[in-house]
């Protein structure tokens, strides 16, 4: 039992770069998350879904897409990266949304924007 | 109106010591308040959550203790040991939807053996 699996685990990209990080889960849950965890700022929720088919945008989620077309996996792209971007990448899942369902955490990438 | 501000930024204790850290938030509309522990390297987990409902809530050696006159929340640890060195995140939300969580900065925690 994996479950929530984040590639890559790390990435270096030049300005203007396009790239897709994958989270795939493994405990057939319903909700899912990207956030990103800058030093001194904590995690920051970038987009969401509430189930296959959906996404709904977070705290910080100008600069990024996001896809779910499976209810397994949930893709977050990056169109033209910003040295902005450079930051820890994690992904999470949940069974439902409602309080006493704790979010599961990947292990994150780390990506740098040159 | 969004904020959680949590303190200290860093701690170092001696095995045995109780750390303490503290948070605040601003939406008096949140009513899901839950810690998270990372250890280097991976990605966090939920350590022990707390509703306005209560004051205190305890899991082993972790306690929450929730003012919610002053809308601050803070994390006890007893009899700290070393394998407790990690960064803690409190966070909030509201408790409808608790994957929208609002993170404080996190608090890196030393326990020296």
């Known amino acids: 039992n994996a479950g929530v699996t984040q590639t890559p685990k790390f990435r270096v990209l030049k300005t203007g770069q396009s790239m897709t990080l994958l989270c795939a889960q493994d405990m057939n849950h319903e909700y899912m998350y990207w956030y990103r965890q800058d030093p001194g700022m904590g995690l920051r929720l970038i987009h969401y879904?509430?189930?296959?088919?959906?996404?709904a945008k977070g705290e910080v989620p100008d600069g990024y897409n996001v896809s779910r077309l499976k209810k397994q996996n949930f893709l977050l792209g990056l169109e033209s990266a910003a040295p902005s971007q450079t930051s820890v990448y994690f992904c999470?899942?949940?069974?439902?949304?409602?309080?006493?369902?704790?979010?599961?955490f990947g292990n994150g990438t780390r990506l740098t924007v040159t | 109106q969004q904020q959680v501000k949590q303190s200290p930024q860093s701690l170092i204790v001696q095995k045995g010591g109780i750390p303490i850290i503290n948070c605040a938030y601003e939406n008096t509309a949140f009513d899901y308040f839950p810690w998270y522990q990372q250890f280097p390297g991976k990605g966090p987990a939920l350590l022990i959550a707390i509703r306005p409902d209560v004051s205190e809530k305890k899991e082993g050696r972790f306690t929450i203790s929730f003012n919610k006159s002053a809308k601050q929340f803070s994390l006890h640890i007893m009899d700290s040991q070393p394998g407790d060195s990690a960064t803690y995140f409190c966070a909030a939300s509201l408790s409808s939807n608790t994957g929208k969580l609002i993170f404080g900065q996190g608090t890196t925690l030393q326990v020296k053996p």
């Open positions: 879904s509430v189930g296959e088919g959906t996404t």
């Open positions: 999470a899942s949940s069974s439902t949304r409602g309080a006493g369902s704790p979010l599961h």
